[in-house]
């Protein structure tokens, strides 16, 4: 029967009982919903992967991966997306445990037909009816970025600096190493700002000679150099009303600096060749993985662009200090990449599991990210260790590494003398300016973030700050 109503919304139904996928596929359809059906944890990861709905259906009880993970999962990629526990073990604890894993609702076999209408109404009204691209601008930017990075409490903290200077006109700064997600950091600001609708450019300053940065990013025009048969714009005109992600800011030549430093002042800009000033409105987002107050220091930066560049800094934490983000991470890479290849979603083993705990990560989220592509594909079943072809020797070694600070601790003391308490109470000094210095570092000497980075408040910063420099006054 085709439906007698327009597209109420799309129901994704997942229930090992074919009979029961049929009957409510029949009964939503004859509704005016769309609908898919999947009988078992893989197909369930995949037709999500390929689509959100507006609700899904979730039979408690399915093959492997059992309907608890698919849970966890489907809330995981799509924050907002109400789940329907469909089970027959009906009764309270049931419910109450189907409700706080993240389900919306909960509806006990056998079901009532008026009773899964209602239900599904209700749901995709708490969607407030948005669909297509409507839908994915309603995703909350927090949720966005615990499904994309993480869920760790680094990630929370940089979801929380995100989200506090998105909705401003603020220049950022990004520091992060290589791989860490600059960019992806620098998107969701745009996403989550004003400019949203306005488009969002990135340029990577490390891929552009010095001789030709100043043409990307301002243009020419026609007749300014040879073979300049017609002026064409730059970067800076292309975001207009959006913004601008200058990527790896430190490799850009001092002459572009201090170009660049008078199109932030002035919010004019000319192209090269040219007399006309060419107003500009556009947010500019910047990023390195070298601490650019070095740069600064080393004449490499300009100081006064710098300032002006840093009005807000956020710092990405590379994997390796957030670990408890690397199995999440690991699973929606491998659930992507088995989506692509239309292939079941296999599981790691403990070995594998471990292996990707230890991995130092050098390249960070990027590297991880091709590891378990190449895992993927080559797998024979479960990704085992000899899948994912890490090298040995960055294998982080916590208790090694933890033996061999004890030991360079134990060096430096004078066991002649002091007391234990005063030999404890020296280095601990020594190692916490180590610490706070170090902080300091990585934030580009913002105090008010290295406070937030070590979990004290900034009074306390200070105060110890202040016991630092008399310490090396004298």
């Known amino acids: 029967m085709k439906a007698s109503k327009t597209n109420q919304g799309y129901v994704l139904i ?50 492997e991966p059992n309907g608890m993970v698919v849970l966890s999962h489907a809330r995981a990629l799509y924050p907002q997306l109400p789940v329907v526990i469909i089970t027959g073990n009906a009764g309270v604890m049931g419910a109450v445990c189907a409700i706080k894993a993240g389900a919306w609702d909960y509806l006990p076999k056998p079901f009532d037909n008026g009773k899964v209408l209602e239900l599904v109404e209700r749901a995709v009204k708490t969607r407030g009816g948005r669909h297509g691209l409507n839908k994915k601008l309603s995703v909350d930017t927090k949720a966005r970025i615990s499904h994309l990075m993480g869920m760790s409490q680094k990630i929370q903290n940089l979801s929380n600096d995100l989200t506090r200077v998105a909705h401003t006109d603020f220049s950022v700064i990004i520091q992060g190493e290589t791989g860490t997600g600059k960019e992806l ?56 009303g959006g913004t601008l992600f200058l990527d790896e800011i430190v490799n850009t030549s001092l002459s572009a600096q201090c170009k660049l430093l008078r199109a932030l002042q002035e919010r004019v800009i000319f192209r090269i060749g040219g007399n006309k000033a060419i107003p500009v409105n556009v947010r500019v987002i910047s990023a390195s993985h070298e601490n650019l107050l070095n740069a600064v220091v080393q004449g490499k930066f300009r100081e006064d662009l710098y300032y002006r560049l840093n009005e807000y800094i956020i710092f990405i934490p590379p994997l390796r200090e957030r670990p408890e983000d690397i199995l999440t991470l690991a699973i929606r890479f491998l659930a992507e990449t088995c989506s692509e290849l239309g292939r079941s979603i296999p599981e790691f083993t403990l070995s594998a599991k471990e292996l990707l705990l230890n991995y130092h990560w050098p390249g960070n989220v990027r590297e991880l990210r091709a590891v378990i592509r190449r895992a993927a594909l080559i797998s024979e079943g479960e990704i085992e260790v000899r899948d994912l072809g890490l090298n040995h020797q960055q294998i982080a070694n916590p208790l090694q590494d933890s033996k061999n600070s004890c030991l360079d601790c134990m060096n430096s003391l004078c066991l002649e003398g002091p007391s234990l308490k005063e030999i404890v109470q020296s280095n601990t000094e020594k190692i916490e300016r180590i610490i706070i210095l170090d902080a300091l570092k990585q934030t580009g000497n913002n105090k008010a973030e290295t406070a937030r980075l070590l979990n004290i408040d900034y009074k306390t910063l200070y105060y110890k700050l202040k016991k630092i420099n008399s310490m090396v006054d004298k």
Do not use: W
């Not at 029949?26 to 893989?42: I, P």
């Open 14 to 63: 997942i229930d090992d009982d074919k009979d029961i996928c049929q009957l409510l596929s029949f009964l939503l359809e004859r509704e005016g919903y769309e609908t898919q059906k999947g009988h078992d944890g893989n197909s369930a990861m995949q037709l999500l992967a390929n689509r959100e709905p507006d609700v899904l259906l979730l039979d408690s009880i399915i093959p």
């Open 185 to 240: 950091v620098a998107k969701n600001i745009h996403l989550a700002s004003p400019r949203a609708q306005r488009p969002f450019i990135a340029v990577d300053c490390g891929a552009i000679p010095d001789t030709l940065i100043e043409n990307e990013l301002f243009g020419h025009d026609k007749g300014s150099y040879t073979g300049a048969d017609q002026g064409r714009g730059g970067k800076f005109e292309a975001a207009e």
